[in-house]
């Protein structure tokens, strides 16, 4: 599964700061001269309060026939289910099935004389069936089902990962929503497969299946495995007759009905296959086309073919998560769904890559527990570094593993768990930025640790040893160690078993007289909290040109490596490969930083001593570093350039503001292109520089004219400072589908030039956007609203009472209050100006009238909000966003 990204999104709004390839850190503790043996390299010991076991298998299911049709009006399922399975090793005379929110209408045992009632019980969402008799591990048994789903009159909770948790969607089932196809769709992950027919939903399971969908004949039919036949029926409607022949989890289990055109692919002798809306069609090999060529790549490189009879992906509506990797069917989110323009910003083939990826780590080989889940996640997350390695190179790559090390940092400061944990408080607490991003940053780690041949030998063995298994994480342990030959477990300890990471501090010194050059590595990280690491390094030493790799390992807390040198090296680069996972600070000379970015090989080289090159500011050399990095190779380094030379505008031989404009306007990149336009408008602020710049204005003008959404998105806002006026008659040329993408921009140039007569904009756009859009238009519209007179706030506050009521998130929820809060202090103000007023006007008894008229009102305003507020707080249950009401009142 791939996660959407709004939770992420919205984290990483907060204030963060990270530098370099890792973060700055604080000392702590004394240095002493501690070391470690890696022999001794333990996992953290813990004291679980829960203890969250793989479930106990009382019984092998092996097989899953269902025939499912629907009652649209009603949005039930109605269900005949034959469970095929045996005693797992125990005898059993009863049986139990996960069965969430169903109406059981017959159980009986299926046999070849017929069907044979048995007695059942229904409680807790767990059917227990007594079986005719005792049955032993080597007798098959089929219990035969009769139900219906009702999963919209489920009781169910989302997270950040997974928003809803009912299995089974009904997309506008009476087509009374303008503009959204009637479908519905299921998702399994973590155990909603339940919520759609009785199984035992857990991921340690394992069974074959058949899927007999009867709909309306205008609807497709998706499931997993491959369509083996359709029969059209009397009454006008199609069963299509599905059929899985290789074993998968049960969560795996998808399907997915609605009015999508498919447009046909192939990879070998496998169908590819995109179901997309119609509008898209023309799209669809635009937005999924590389996936025969991701198929061939992980193939080869991984040793295994891919393992399954089909491939589909398809895209639906009001999609709960980002993606999910169904077996041989792929469900992602409308977000993917793109024509040429919207792509040029955003093409998602991370996910893409992600969840086919799943189809090895996570479908063929499957973790055993949800506490395992980073077998599946941080597998497919790294599966994502190996596509761009390939497709793109090394430095597109890096780019996304720096990203990756961001956001697991972020995390880090909130929450400190190990990798592979038992003491979740919930399953879905697993789907976080230590299953996705520290999971993958580790596995970098051990690849380079072991090497390429090694490493993709070892995947190739866990696989072949494990598919069509459960497992655990010390199966990849075992994998590697039959390859490499060496006992790993101080690794696996202390990346996968352990929480946290190191925290360095490097500090040079190079002694003359011996020709000797010394690095010195301190472990920082409050030892006890965290476990001293033992850490294999490469260090690149640069002399004369030539260029010297060392391989060291930091076990101490404190230790010193001396290298000897012709002369002083021009650069020592440690942990050349930049692919450890740490924060880190790092005492390079200015030069050496520069040197770096001029000459060492890597992104993350280059990345690294830009970010370092910013302390140094208006210091000689380093000014042209960053103009030179206005032309770097790689996009995101030109881009980060970009936001680092205000500082060089003055310089007259570099004529940054040219280069800016160039950039703006011919750069490969939509992302360079637009953030060009960004900080071009920040430099050149008329109200900061007290001039307005028709050169400016006219290069904003033109770039409404972009291709690119974001581009054109940073230009409206752009235009607006130069001149509101063309800026709002610009907007109201947009076509509908430029609008739809502008929708953001267009309000933060409402918000600081709007009037009343904007406000219905607002709340119009509010309903157009999804939740993270929501999240940041609230922002804006606060902005707005502060600016605007009683009758305007007062018809934006009852959105933004909505808005705290029903938001699901509870984020989300307590952001939407500090922006009433907001709202709540500019009456606040007013109020204090007001009464100022009074006092300094005190003999002026007709001014006094008038300020006292205009004090009622704001009193009234806030009686108003006050109100508002209290109502919000009895609605509201979650602890975290009911101490916003405790720091109001102090």
């Known amino acids: 599964m791939k996660i959407s990204n709004t939770f992420y999104a919205v984290s990483l709004g907060f204030s963060v700061l990270i530098l370099s390839s890792c973060a700055s850190s604080k000392k702590g503790g004394d240095i002493s001269s501690a070391s470690l043996n890696r022999d001794l390299v333990e996992a953290q010991p813990v004291i679980y309060s829960v203890y969250r076991a793989a479930e106990t298998q009382k019984i092998d299911l092996i097989h899953t026939k269902l025939r499912v049709k629907f009652d649209l009006e009603k949005t039930h399922l109605l269900g005949q289910a034959t469970l095929t399975f045996k005693p797992y090793f125990y005898p059993i005379t009863a049986v139990d099935f996960d069965a969430k929110g169903l109406d059981i209408h017959e159980v009986a045992l299926d046999t070849d004389y017929g069907l044979q009632e048995l007695k059942y019980s229904y409680n807790d969402d767990v059917l227990s069936i007594e079986l005719d008799k005792q049955y032993s591990k080597d007798e098959s048994i089929n219990v035969f089902i009769d139900y219906t789903a009702k999963p919209n009159d489920l009781e169910t909770k989302g997270s950040s990962a997974i928003s809803d948790a009912k299995g089974l969607y009904f997309i506008n089932p009476d087509g009374t929503e303008e503009d959204k196809p009637t479908q519905i769709w299921t998702q399994g992950e973590t155990e909603s497969s339940s919520c759609w027919f009785p199984t035992v939903d857990s991921p340690n399971e394992r069974m074959t299946q058949e899927l007999y969908i009867t709909v309306d004949n ?34 795996l289990t998808m399907m997915a009905v609605g009015e999508f055109s498919i447009v046909k692919d192939q990879w070998r002798e496998i169908e590819v296959n995109y179901y997309v809306e119609k509008e898209y069609e023309k799209h669809a090999k635009m937005i999924f086309g590389n996936t025969p060529e991701m198929l061939q790549f992980y193939s080869n490189v991984l040793g295994v073919d891919y393992p399954w009879d089909k491939y589909a992906q398809i895209v639906v509506r009001d999609y709960v998560s980002g993606a999910m990797e169904n077996t041989t069917a792929v469900i992602h989110g409308e977000f993917l769904q793109k024509d040429e323009r919207e792509y040029l910003d955003e093409t998602h083939e991370d996910i893409i890559a992600h969840e086919l990826f799943h189809h090895w780590f996570g479908d063929l080989v499957t973790c055993e527990s949800w506490a395992n889940l980073p077998l599946n996640e941080s597998f497919a997350t790294y599966g994502e570094y190996l596509w761009n390695e390939y497709k793109y190179g090394r430095d597109e790559a890096d780019y996304a593993l720096q990203k990756d090390l961001d956001q697991y940092l972020w995390s880090a400061t909130k929450k400190k768990v190990d990798l592979i944990r038992f003491n979740y408080d919930d399953k879905d607490d697993m789907f976080d930025s230590h299953s996705y991003a520290k999971g993958g940053r580790v596995l970098h780690m051990l690849r380079k640790y072991v090497g390429d041949e090694a490493f993709f030998e070892s995947l190739r063995i866990y696989l072949e040893e494990n598919k069509y298994k459960s497992v655990e994480i010390h199966h990849v342990r075992l994998a590697f160690e039959k390859v490499t030959g060496e006992d790993l477990n101080w690794f696996f300890n202390q990346w996968f078993l352990s929480s946290g990471h190191p925290h360095l501090f490097i500090t040079y010194d190079y002694i003359d007289s011996i020709k000797t050059q010394t690095l010195t590595v301190s472990q920082a990280q409050k030892i006890g909290e965290t476990p001293l690491y033992y850490l294999p390094v490469e260090v690149d030493i640069y002399v004369s040109g030539e260029v010297t790799r060392e391989k060291i390992v930091v076990d101490s807390v404190k230790q010193t490596f001396s290298f000897k040198v012709t002369k002083k090296p021009d650069l020592v ?51 042209t570093t960053f103009a030179d990095a206005l032309k770097d190779k790689n996009w995101n380094l030109r881009a980060k350039a970009i936001k680092n030379v205000k500082h060089l505008l003055s310089e007259p031989d570099l004529n940054i503001k040219d280069e800016l404009m160039e950039l703006a306007e011919n750069d490969v990149k939509s992302d360079v292109r637009a953030t060009a336009v960004l900080l ?38 752009a235009l607006a400072k130069e001149s509101h006026e063309t800026a709002f008659k610009e907007i109201n040329t947009f076509d509908d589908k430029t609008t739809e993408n502008l929708l953001i921009d267009i309000a933060e140039v409402f918000a600081s030039y709007g009037e009343a007569e904007q406000n219905s904009f607002f709340i119009e756009t509010y309903e157009k956007v999804d939740e993270y859009d929501k999240y940041n238009l609230l922002d804006i519209y606060s902005d707005y609203l502060i600016k605007q007179d009683d009758n305007t706030i007062n018809l934006g506050l009852e959105l933004f009472k909505n808005a705290a009521m029903n938001q699901e998130a509870w984020w989300a929820r307590l952001t939407t209050l500090y922006r009433i809060e907001k709202i709540l202090e500019m009456y606040n103000e007013r109020e204090e100006e007001v009464v100022v007023g009074i006092k300094v006007n005190k003999k002026n008894e007709s001014e006094v009238k008038k300020l006292e008229i205009k004090l009622k009102a704001i009193v009234t305003q806030k009686e108003k909000i006050n109100s508002t507020l209290a109502t919000i707080k009895e609605e509201e249950s979650d602890k975290k966003v009911l101490l916003f009401w405790d720091e109001l009142s102090q």
């Not at 499931?223 to 006008?236: A, C, F, H, I, R």
């Not at 071009?680 to 959404?709: E, H, N, V």
Request: charged content about 30%; some cysteine; aromatic content about 14%.
């Open 218 to 251: 205008k609807y497709v039919t998706l499931s997993n495995g491959t369509l083996q036949y359709s029969t059209l029926n009397e009454d006008d409607t199609r069963t299509d007759y599905w059929k899985l022949d290789l074993p998968h989890a049960p969560y």
């Open 573 to 623: 680069n440690f942990d050349a490969e930049k692919m450890l996972l740490c924060t880190k600070k790092d005492y390079k000379s200015k030069e050496a930083w520069i040197f770096q970015y001029n000459n060492a090989p890597l992104y993350l080289d280059r990345f690294e001593a830009l970010d370092q090159l910013k302390k140094f500011r208006d210091e000689g050399d380093m000014i």
């Open 680 to 717: 071009l408008s920040a430099y050149f602020d008329p109200d900061t520089i007290g001039k307005k710049d028709p050169q400016l204005k006219l290069l904003y003008q033109d770039a409404l004219s972009d291709k690119s959404y974001e581009v054109m998105g940073q230009a409206v806002v």
